[in-house]
Structure formats: C-alpha cells, structure tokens
C-alpha cells in the first residue's frame, strides 16, 4: 500500500529558503516556527506549501514575499489583524505602479508581522527593514567576507545614540525531529563594527570580515544593531561556506578545457560552480542545496574525465543530471532514474514526467521516499524529471503564464523555454540510452497534468501515450486540439476531494474526448486529494502504459 503523500522537512525547508523574503525574516526563528508547528499538526500538502518557487521575478523577491503574506492572510482567523492587514494590502498596488518598492515592502513587513502575532512597533519596522547588500549568499570560505548592511525602507532605530553593528555566524541547527532550533548555537562572532548611520538606505554601512577556521556548511548570518548595549535591530540570512570555492572552479575549467566532449558530464560538472554564481548576483532564487558535498563532487568527477573516464554519461539509479540550454545561455538540471537491472543493451521504455506547480524536477523521484524509483526499477521503465526551465514555468500551457493576465517578454520567454526544455531532455536521454521509442510516455500531476495535455497534443508523433493527474483547470476548452489525440492511448486520474475547479475541469474534458468517439481511460477516486491522487493511481497509469505502443518518431 503506498503511504499518503507527505513533505519532509527538507523539502518544506526548500520552500523557505527559494522563497528569499526581502528582509531575510524568512529566516527568522518565528518563520521556522510556523513552518514546524504545521508539520507537526500533520497538517495537508496545500498547508505547507505555502510560498510559490516562482523564478519568473530573478532576483526580484517582493512577488515571494507578497505570495507568502497572502497565504498567511487565507489562513488568519482574527477579524482585527485581517482588516488591519486587509488595509495594508489594498495599499500596495497603487504603491506597485507607482514603483515604489520601498513602500511596498513596509507594509508587506508590516502585514507579515501582524499575522504573525506580533507587534509592530519601532524595533520590528526597523529590523524589516534591514538588507545585506553585495555580500555572497555563498561565500569562500578562504577569502574575506565583505558586503553592506542596507535598509529596504527608511526606517528609524527606536533609539539611536550611539549605534554599532554586529555580525555573527551561527549553526543552522535542527533538532532530533529535523525541525529548527531557535537561538542555536554561535559558531562564530565575526566582529562588532562602530559608527553606523541612522539612514542605511541612502548610506549604507560597509563591512569586511573573514571566516578563517569555520567548516564548510550551512549557516545564519545573524545581523544585530546595537545603541550601547541595546538591540534596537535585528535579522538573519542564509550563509553556505565552501573551502576555496574560486581555486576549485579554476582547477575544474582547466580540466574541462583539456578535455574534448562528454557535455553531459560537463554540465554536471559546471552546475553548482553556476549556481552560486546566479545566486550571489541576484540572478537565482535562493534555494536549499547542499554546496559543499555538490562541488566536491564536480572536483572528483572533474577529475574522473581528466583521466578518462566519463562518472555521468548511461549511469544508472538515480542521477542528478544537467545540460546546457543553449538558447537560455544556462545549465539546466534535471533528474533521471535508469533501472539498475539495465544490461546497457535493452532497448527500455521511458517516462517524461511533469512536476506539479511550486514544485521542481526532484518532486516525482524523491517524494516520500522514492515510491516511483521503486516502481521503475520493478517495471523497468527509465524515468526522466525534467524542471521545465523554472519552478513554474508552465509547459507553453499557460497563454498568460501561471497568474494569468497580460503576458510580458519575461512570461513569454519563460514559457517557450519551459515547453523547450521539456524537448530537449526527452531527447538528450532518448539518444543516450537508445530508448524503444515505441514506448515513449508523458505523465504529470497537476500543473505538469496540464502540460502532459499541451504538449501531447501538439507533439503527437513523439508519445506512445500520456496520463495527466489531476490536471490543472483550463485545458477542457473549444480551443483544445482534440482532433490531435485520436488513436493517442490518454488516462486522466483526480480525487473527487480535489478543488472543484481540477474535478469538472477533468470530466469536461473527459466529456469533450468522448464527444469526438474517443475512449480516455479515466479514474475518479473517492476521498483523494489533489496530492494523494498520484499515490492511489500510480500502479493503474503504469499498467496502463504497460499496454500502450505507437511509432514514434525522432525529433
């Protein structure tokens, strides 16, 4: 029986950290405390997951902090903090096209704040108001660490007679139960700093430190204002450390350069040297990934290559995989399982699975302890994950991206690389483990249901078959192709517990299928979620591709 689908902590910690609030209180212990009491109430998927991973914005968080307030306002119960907190949001889009940022922030801080239970007072508008400026989110752990303690907002201290700053490193600390620890243990105090200004917006405070001596790992940068011996400030960051992380990039590039193809490994290889990159230029949400272990890693396989041999290419299990999207000038990851049965010889069948909304390629192979590797590696089918070049990049299914409304330049690259990425994996690992393209799958749940029905329509010569979970509402329209599925082997699942918007979007467009003389296998459970639907079906969508075939033909 195939448990209830549940997040652990790490993947809820993921949620957190890409959603990189503007004021870094999403570090703060009070964040955490909310996140946990909700995993410890067992509550729903839908509860926890509460901030979208959207990276349409680069660098631009107000979106992920306006996303989470949001959702922490659906979820208040006390009529005084939500009409207080309603006034405060019915404020902020005349401040939106106005573009004042600075003024949205306040009152999103504001809000946060007051649905937290707390109090906004003089100390707390001021540690909202607090940044770190040009300061790497992952540091060298061998060189200095420098940046600016910045304000979001004007905003005074309580008291300001003599003001200092310090900055200290301490563990990111969680408990038996993998939950966070409040005040955790300081590792190290990295320096107390005088003559900080009462205007950081407009002259903010530079500072210059080291880490010597720290290991690598994961840490909170805590940052504290103090008048005197009194905190009038206060707010953390996420800090990852990484030994000689620039004199291990150049060691690697040298390697690659002396190496000739092999670009499979080669992005492997790149892709956590790219990513701290992106992330400390403010170009990539920051996320929960563990630096440290992943660029050791590029070094030994770096080093594999120089002397000949290739750890990535036809591996089997499960892989962290990546390659360069040429068009989106970026390494993309994605994740792949090969059954470890695999003689290198069989022609296997494979499945390209969509992730859900808010969700990204590790969602279908590492959700509660890797139920479909196991299936996989019974039925021995290759699974490919891929991210669809962002969190919510939407397939190409979205005419006016994942929120609706007019779609910019942004929303429509975003979508014509998502609907792209999807191609250029399926083909990368079609090609490199000679799959049996007569038995070449789609599958998805819920953003990625719907993307199983945009792109298996219009790409019909390439899948044998596809099944959409609980898709997302809006593909059942006069507008859908489905003239293009005629003889395409189409299994629909949803939970009659799901929103009434994912049940009637499926039967309309179960209803439409028929309409045309075609015959979708379709399953409606009783008492199934949105979530849960993948656990209850998966065993019927595998014997139902178990049966289909098609010629299909290469791309």
Do not use: C
Request: glycine share 8%; no cysteine.
């Amino acid at each position: 029986m195939i448990r209830p689908y549940r997040r652990d902590i790490w993947t809820v910690l993921a949620i957190v950290f890409t959603v990189g609030m503007v004021h870094g209180q999403v570090m703060s212990p009070q964040y955490f405390a909310y996140i946990e009491s909700i995993l410890r109430s067992n509550a729903t998927a839908e509860a926890i997951n509460l901030s979208p991973l959207d990276e349409q914005f680069p660098g631009d968080t107000l979106p992920n902090f306006s996303a989470v307030v949001r959702s922490l306002r659906g979820a208040s119960r006390s009529e005084t903090v939500n009409n207080a907190v309603d006034k405060l949001l019915s404020e902020i889009q005349p401040l939106q096209q106005a573009g004042n940022n600075a003024e949205v922030s306040r009152r999103l801080a504001n809000a946060y704040t007051l649905l937290k239970r707390k109090q906004w007072n003089a100390k707390a508008e001021y540690s909202a108001s607090l940044e770190l400026r040009n300061a790497p989110m992952i540091g060298d752990g061998s060189k200095a660490f420098a940046g600016q303690v910045g304000q979001l907002f004007t905003a005074r201290p309580p008291s300001a007679t003599a003001l200092r700053l310090q900055l200290s490193l301490t563990e990111f600390a969680i408990d038996e139960d993998g939950l966070t620890i409040d005040n955790p243990k300081v590792v190290k105090v990295l320096g107390s700093f005088n003559g900080v200004g009462t205007d950081l917006m407009a002259r903010p405070f530079s500072f210059s430190t080291n880490v010597n001596g720290v290991p690598e790992g994961i840490y909170r940068l805590t940052i504290e204002v103090f008048d005197g011996d009194v905190a009038v400030g206060k707010t953390t960051f996420p800090l990852w450390l990484v030994k000689d992380l620039e004199a291990r990039r150049v060691d690697v590039e040298r390697k690659l350069a002396a190496v000739q193809g092999h670009d499979s490994a080669k992005a492997t290889i790149r892709f956590p040297f790219m990513l701290a990159d992106g992330i400390n230029k403010r170009q990539r949400s920051r996320v929960f990934y563990d630096f440290a272990r992943s660029i050791q890693r590029s070094v030994d396989l770096a080093q594999a290559l120089a002397n000949g041999k290739d750890m990535v290419a036809r591996g089997k299990g499960y892989q962290g995989r990546h390659y360069f999207f040429d068009e989106a000038k970026e390494i993309i990851p994605f994740r792949l399982y090969v059954p470890t049965t695999w003689d290198g010889r069989k022609k296997l069948p494979m499945i390209v699975y969509l992730h859900g909304a808010n969700e990204d390629e590790r969602d279908a192979l590492d959700r509660d302890g890797g139920f479909i590797q196991r299936i996989s590696e019974e039925r021995g089918y290759i699974i490919v994950a891929p991210l669809g070049y962002r969190v919510n990049g939407g397939y190409g299914a979205y005419p006016g991206g994942l929120r609706g409304g007019q779609r910019g330049a942004t929303q429509t690259k975003m979508s014509e690389f998502s609907e792209k990425d999807i191609l250029n994996v399926t083909e990368i690992i079609a090609k490199e483990y000679d799959i049996d393209r007569t038995r070449l799958y789609l599958m998805g749940q819920s953003m990625g249901g719907r993307g199983v029905l945009y792109i298996g329509a219009k790409y019909t010569e390439l899948w044998a078959g596809m099944v959409a979970t609980a898709p997302a509402p809006g593909a059942a329209s006069t507008a859908y192709p489905y003239e293009r599925l005629t003889g395409m082997p189409v299994m629909i699942a949803f939970g009659d517990a799901d929103s009434a918007a994912i049940i009637e979007g499926s039967r309309s467009f179960i209803t439409e299928m028929k309409k045309r003389g075609m015959e979708p296998s379709h399953i409606e459970v009783e008492g199934a979620t949105h979530h849960s639907i993948v656990y209850e079906t998966i065993e019927h969508a595998f014997d139902f591709l178990d049966t289909a075939r098609k010629r299909a033909k290469s791309f």
